[in-house]
């Protein structure tokens, strides 16, 4: 009889968002073994219980679908991971997992940055659900930022742009501020009569507090056709995701270097127009050497490439990775 040949390793890597989270199971060749997609949420506004119990459904399949291969370890990026108290938390609450292999748990910031490079002179931006940034320097120093909100001084993001867009609807309908197309175009995009009528299900919980970001994409179109009040929200967008930036360089001497400039995120890999062009003038304004790259893919990608750096697999791996990572996920 012939010899039977041990299972091949994988590793996991998962990536969890405001609106959805990947889980993989991957060879160290770079093949994706297993993928789940599901829920996303942030532990910081859904609670602990919400996050672990739909990573720990995903996980699951993952592994029952990898089959009897040993697990080497596990990378999970996730959003909400914004303290130091808070990533030891993810620790505790998935401290299961250990069980089968060592656990690294941090801030999605950190998928999404090696998703866009693998320099170790760089920064990212993510704009979302929410907006936060981070910058790494080749001798290991960071910068980033708290990202708990508006108690933390936050701006924009999805959740906040199509909040902004309802507020300034009402505000054209009631006579508080000036008129703007989203006075029609937010009624109607609830299929109601009037702003008040979306205010009041709001608040009376008859439609969902999520569903308001879904206006976010209302407010670049119009935007987009000239709407000076859409307008000038999508341009404070800019300026904000130019400030992170500027920041992060400025906290890391790196200024005036050409680094690259990682963003993604929802409403940054739409490329809206007005935003794209915003953002562009703006670094060329602050920092000029800088480089764009737009992450358009899933950034469970740069999960997939941090665990198989970690287990020590090859760049023909890690090429292989990058292309079959992004094709389950399409």
Not at 28 to 51: I, K, Y
Request: some cysteine.
């Amino acid at each position: 009889m012939g010899v039977i040949a041990p299972a091949r390793p994988v590793v996991l890597a998962a990536d969890g968002g405001g609106s959805k989270a990947d889980v993989l199971a991957i060879d160290l060749d770079g093949a994706v073994v297993a993928h789940e997609r599901g829920h996303g949420g942030n532990p910081q506004v859904v609670g602990w219980p919400t996050v672990r119990a739909e990573l720990d459904r995903l996980r699951t399949a993952v592994l029952a679908a990898a089959g009897e291969r040993p697990l080497l370890l596990q990378h999970l990026y996730l959003t909400g991971l914004d303290l130091p108290e808070e990533v030891a938390g993810a620790e505790r609450e998935l401290a299961h997992w250990t069980a089968q292999a060592p656990l690294l748990a941090e801030n999605d910031l950190f998928a999404l940055l090696r998703a866009g490079t693998a320099e170790p002179d760089a920064v990212a931006v993510v704009c979302g659900t929410g907006i936060n940034g981070i910058g790494v320097r080749t001798d290991g120093a960071t910068a980033r930022f708290p990202s708990l909100g508006r108690v933390s001084g936050d701006w924009g993001g999805g959740a906040e742009l199509g909040a902004l867009a309802l507020w300034h609807a009402i505000r054209a309908e009631d006579g508080r501020g000036p008129d703007t197309a989203l006075r029609v175009a937010v009624a109607d995009a609830f299929g109601l009569g009037t702003v008040r009528d979306v205010v009041a299900a709001v608040h009376l919980g008859r439609i969902p507090q999520r569903a308001v970001t879904l206006l976010t994409p209302l407010l670049f179109a119009h935007a987009e056709v000239g709407d000076d009040v859409a307008g000038a929200v999508v341009d404070r967008q800019a300026e904000e995701v130019v400030l992170l930036v500027d920041v992060l360089l400025r906290r890391l001497g790196l200024q005036h270097a050409a680094v690259p400039v990682v963003l993604g995120g929802g409403v940054l890999a739409a490329r809206p127009p007005r935003l794209v062009g915003g953002i562009v003038a703006g670094l060329a304004a602050c920092a000029p050497a800088v480089r764009l790259t737009w992450v358009g893919g899933p950034p469970v990608v740069g999960a997939a490439l941090l665990a198989l750096e970690a287990a020590g697999a090859t760049p023909d791996a890690l090429e292989r990775a990058t292309r079959d990572v992004a094709h389950h996920i399409a």
